[in-house]
């Protein structure tokens, strides 16, 4: 059956087109700098916000209205797996990602969830036979499910730790069926509540212990996508111990792991750890951990994780010039990580959103592309840094100098001819790019 | 002598200019609803941070480059008048804003700063003749000084009281003198660092007997201005008793002085309430209250008033939208609450920041616009509350009702037909309009 | 049956028992000040937090392990109310506060609804007969049901308000026939997802209108219990009404309402609001609002309501301090809106949760009394505003001066000789006496 | 000439002392667990929160009142020194701290500094003859100046960049001049104030190159003292380096400096970073990294660096905890990195502040004793981690599994048994032992 009635496929119809149902601003075939568009942005859509998700708060019950609501178990997954495709074709969308329990409810043991797994990754297959979606990544949901109350890999029960292991195990067996792109790590509920009552020592080991193993196990299957942690620092934890990616590179290096990850990057998880979006998406970059992004926004003034659909222009930007300057994504995407908040509940909402978010990082990658053409941020920095060029500033960046060497030409220093930091004309630079991205 | 040396008067040359001394959006003779640019946004210089601030933080010595820095005293004064007024004349601005410490020097006592004040008041005068700029509002830094350490009109020392009423008193005779629209209270100490060694009740009711002060004695001379209150929740004191513009607007109805003041509403002090910007001045708006804004923006990742420029266009079409709502600004303005970073320590930073901010609060206007000639919002809201325009809810509205009657209307519902709040497409239809105001 | 088999009644046992299920603080008999640890307490149990909160946060499912969970609908509900008698016995607090749906199930409409209210009401008179427990407040859940989407006396829908209306008018009904000392209202979508679809001035007149027929409707039934406002900032809504009781203060003025309520403040909900748990008592205290307070704790470095059971002696101190200044809470109390952490998930946790709370504010009682009998924060005030009880102090404070006097006086001051605010010699000291209190 | 006249030598009188010029808790002779208060807790007064600042804040001048106000240059360097080591007498305090320009004014040119630093340090040589205290750490301020106003060892600019280095050498000269225990890195500046005119890698890169120079001429001149990061996540700098402990570890991994620096941790710079105190602490402890303790604390609804002397008993348990967990603090000590309010402004403010703040660790380090003597958390942590110590829990810590035998075990899994995480009864029992610590 068809589950979006009465919409047609989203097509690009210009900026100043009022039909709600079409692209202004993205335009997939629309090449920037010799790629398409779609080929630049690799747009995902989270299974988990826009088939699973009913709307529900702490302090409120599901609100969601949805073509599927009267089902249950296997029927309500296979008519989920049906709506998704029609999804991904209306929406015109290249990838989707989820969770285990996204697609398939649990059964009542380990191995009835995994023939639950197996009949919807099937049907999932052969969607995928008709469909240009890809699966960018996928992933197990270690944190929904009491048996995760003290954590996964870091819970204080070894049987947990195991179950964990064998659901990692099937998630990327899954993977290697669907030609996943990426597998990627989440530690909702690896971190802890209280340290008054935690081994943080042993927790830390045994996450990486785990890791190692799953990264194992990958290669004797021959799984051959990215490995991706995504970093969030509290929520549903107290403290996460994947805080954010400087926090997550610390571990990586001392569990000797750094060289099988890299990062997925949430812009409201940045930002919640104190961090902006870029910022993080720049730490990992010239680490050369930038994995795959998490598309949405958080609310300022909100200090729990909001998942919005991506809006701000400016972040957008900011986000594309730092992909940009990675080179691109790679094997990674941008996800749409985000929910249609509680009172948006009809199911054209979903593409009013998603078509929102997908304007949004098209203006971005716009915008940035030509910030980049006209080396406008480039040349700002290569003049700022102007003295470790040539003399002392040379030797220092190539290691030619000491403090003995350093002291003897401080003693000359009479007068240092500093440059203003120009913070105000760059963002007025960068609103006269963007008002005039469009303007042609 | 000149200040601003090589710098021409800033005009408007487009959207498309590459010269970073122009106005790329804001055209101060472009006529917007019938009204110039200029006479609607009403612009203001910040004297304190354009003229006196001096780039010092908690953890840094000053660092800004100014051309009177060699200057002391009175005669520092008097070269800073002499900058001002070439600088608004440069920047084409139509108004400026003072504290009385920042025109004049301090005595050794009462008398002695009156003096000095008297002195350069009468420059200014002068200064004003000869130019379109216009007192917006002047007000007293009773803040600074250390006998302020335990507030002002809400000190614990009945002296200090006295000596901020003096203060007060000689601000509205300088208002008077000069024109001023508007006369600000802003009450950095008038609050509390703990409440273990305060007496809450006291130190309001000393607050709402000097306002009460203030506005018979603006009355007996005849100063017929607007009186703003400026909220802020917190910095310098732990807590401030103007917390937002709801806290004062309780305190102005139990002290029975809301009749006398309206608001100052500055954006950053808004976020450090927990608040959007549009958020204050919407409530203002609605209580009739709204007087004049401090046109800046903070930074949501940092917990202190960082009084930045203004460039997030989100923001500064929400504000002008709420502004052109209230009819506009009547006396009041907007005023550049806002100073540059201690990196952008040249005198060309002035010119490029308030260029940013000019360029940004034109933007919005122009987007508030043309929101609002295409009733954008506002067929959202009527169609979203349209059950109130008859039946139950006109009977609402009309307060023909009782909880008898409603519950018997209730137990008549079989289902209630909700629509979507439809955020994400009311965000990206916003976006689409930012992105063509210019595009023309 | 018995729900809590093999735990005694808690009792007293001192500061040294080592036996988990014991007060070591909380001695119900002793007296303090002339009234029982019980009398000037008065705690009450949360019927949510304790009996129907399964432990799901938005990324789990329900962790809690209770003795009803194979019940279903009215077996359910009647379970819960043999537990919670159970409950109060054994934990022998005075009081108990429920929302509707949490003693009974909603119907298929709101007859159904009621007649299931009618059934457990009626179980509850029958226990209470048997109890010393008595009912502090019930309210009106007006928030969880999806129909609440977008609020319920500020709804955009006319018959989302008439049918809040009829459940607050229920609740009024179901408070008389129960002795409810207290009618609370927590606007949890009182407030806006986003200001872009929102017309709040509709919104608030429709909130003052409903507040003054719940009013009336009381009258009209001779239910005569205090009316109270419980304040929060946000969560669930982005902007909830009652932001704070500063703001609600507001609120009551401009709709005539602030001699119908006072409030029901929630240390959590204050610090979310940016205050003290003991600003927000305080504020309310010298305005004669404080009418009862939700005892619980937030977590500072998390940006939700945690609703963490109170631990924090300091905190419990100086909130004891401003009940005690209030002259106790008449006829409010302390409730514990405060759950279990989800890893808490026994039977057991709730008892110890419970004895927890219960010694932390005896030990703010003792501590705060002490403080009071030594006058110790009385002296500090006293002392620091003396200059207001004589001279030019005592003319200000009695409205005995103007701008000219107070010019004229601060002409002649020439040294203001202030006194140190103490504030770590204060803190000091508070430490001391908490030290000390059970020391004898 | 003597500088707290008037006050005595502070001496330990015990719980019940009413005088506010002695300690009630801190009693330097007693021993806890073999060794001496005064052993373990290794105080430090910090010069310049002492004896240089002067109580401004960014919205007000200085209000401190001192015998040493007249004075200016090298005669306010030494009358400072002179009033240290009679405070240190006075307050008992064993150790000291500085900055470069806290003990000697700059000079006009770096020789003319250091010929300052020179005098002052042999001064203070002289001094320590006579005095127990001794240099628990010194460092050089390289973010008040100017020429810092873009980072110090991140500076764009690479004379910055030499005269940093010139700045740390002398600092290491002086260090092991004076037999300083550690040497401290506080990089407020290294750090940025926006991404978008800022060479990441650059200055990351060049701050490991200047971290690799001072350790090797501290080896070069045979200063063995700790090498010690403070870290801090931002303010001065919108976004700093050195964020939290985690990051500066992915730091010195990445440089490869893990095994030549450790951590001084600030309670204030933990929760400004999302994290508790001892969260930072427990880090840094258990990658055998904690160095040094900054003793202070912040205010949870601030969002700046509040720096208050340390009164909250329950931070300084657990900050004890781990520090007795640690095996002590070695070389390292607790360095009251606090600041008296500017409202407590009097130099008896100055012993009232250092009382309650000694006070307050000693408290906390006797509670911790006790609760590792009963083994009160080692045994919650114990039984919680138990199935660790055998079977599957025994093979996946001593890495003999993976995840085919995981998974095998998981298909067997029926039910997992876990126990609650019991974390409000040991919060309860943490109060108990609090208040029972003194009660004898
Ligand atoms: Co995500
Ligand atoms: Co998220
Ligand atoms: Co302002
Ligand atoms: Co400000
Ligand atoms: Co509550
Ligand atoms: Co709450
Ligand atoms: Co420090
Ligand atoms: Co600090």
Redesign the interface.
């Given at each position: 059956m068809a589950h979006f009635t009465g919409i047609e496929k989203i097509k690009f119809e210009g900026?100043?087109s009022k039909n709600?149902f079409a692209f202004?601003?993205y335009n997939p075939e629309e090449k920037i700098n010799g790629k398409t568009m779609e080929e630049t942005l690799r747009y995902a859509v989270s299974y988990w916000h826009t088939f699973t998700m009913d709307?529900s708060?702490?302090?409120?019950?599901?609100?969601m209205v949805r073509t599927w609501d009267h089902l249950k178990g296997m029927d309500l997954a296979k008519a989920r797996v049906e709506a998704s495709f029609e999804f991904y074709e209306k929406m015109d969308v290249p990838f989707f990602c989820f969770h285990d329990v996204d697609i398939a409810p649990e059964g009542s043991?380990?191995?009835e969830s995994n023939k639950n797994l197996d009949e919807i990754v099937g049907m999932i297959k052969e969607y995928m036979k008709d469909s240009k979606a890809k699966l960018l990544w996928n992933t197990a949901n270690n944190?929904?499910?009491?048996?995760?109350?003290?954590g996964a890999a870091t819970s204080?029960?070894?049987?947990?730790?195991?179950?964990s292991?064998?659901k990692?195990?099937?998630g990327l067996e899954i993977g290697k069926e669907l030609g996943a792109e990426n597998y990627v790590f989440w530690g909702?509920?690896e971190g802890y509540?209280?340290?008054?009552?935690?081994?943080?020592?042993?927790e830390?080991?045994?996450l990486g212990?785990f890791y190692h193993?799953?990264a194992?196990?990958a290669k004797e299957i021959g799984f051959d996508a990215q490995f991706l942690i995504e970093p969030k620092?509290?929520?549903?934890s107290?403290?996460q111990y994947d805080?954010?990616v400087?926090?997550a590179?610390?571990?990586l290096?001392?569990y000797k792991l750094d060289d099988k990850f890299k990062f997925n990057i949430e812009a409201n998880h940045a930002?919640?750890?104190?961090?902006?979006f870029?910022?993080e998406l720049?730490?990992a970059r010239?680490?050369n951990m930038l994995g795959s992004v998490d598309a949405n926004q958080g609310?300022?003034?909100?200090?729990?994780?909001t998942d919005e659909?991506p809006?701000?222009?400016?972040s957008t930007t900011?986000a594309m010039y730092e992909i940009l300057q990675n080179g691109g994504l790679g094997r990674g995407g941008l996800n749409f990580d985000a929910k249609?908040?509680?009172?948006?509940?009809?199911q054209?909402?979903l593409f009013?959103?998603h078509?929102?978010g997908m304007?949004?990082f098209a203006?971005g990658l716009k915008v940035a592309q030509q910030l980049i053409d006209d080396k406008v941020?480039e040349n700002?920095?290569s003049n700022?840094?102007e003295?470790?060029t040539n003399?002392?500033?040379l030797d220092?960046?190539n290691?030619n100098?000491?403090?003995?060497q350093?002291?003897d030409?401080?003693?000359g220093?009479?007068d240092?001819k500093?440059?203003?930091?120009?913070?105000?004309?760059?963002?007025?630079t960068?609103?006269?790019y963007?008002?005039?991205?469009?303007?042609?």
């Open positions: 900026a100043s709600p202004k601003f709307g708060d702490p302090f409120g019950a599901g609100s043991n380990l191995r944190f929904t499910h009491p048996r995760f109350v003290h204080s029960h070894a049987d947990v730790f195991a179950y292991a064998a990692v195990k099937k909702g509920r509540e209280t340290l008054l009552n935690t081994d943080m020592k042993l830390l080991d045994n212990r193993m799953a194992d196990y620092p509290k929520e549903p107290t403290h805080y954010d400087a926090t590179h610390a571990f290096q001392s930002t919640l750890a104190g961090h902006t870029e910022h720049h730490y010239i680490n609310d300022p003034l909100l200090g729990w994780d659909f809006t701000d222009l400016w900011l249609v908040r509680r009172g948006s509940f009809e054209d909402d009013h959103a078509i929102a304007d949004a203006v941020l700002v920095v700022r840094y003295t470790y003399g002392i500033g220092i960046v290691g100098t000491d403090f003995h350093l002291e030409y401080a003693f220093i009479t240092i500093q440059q203003s930091g120009r913070l105000e004309q760059i963002k007025a960068i609103n006269q963007l008002l005039q991205a469009f303007a042609k």
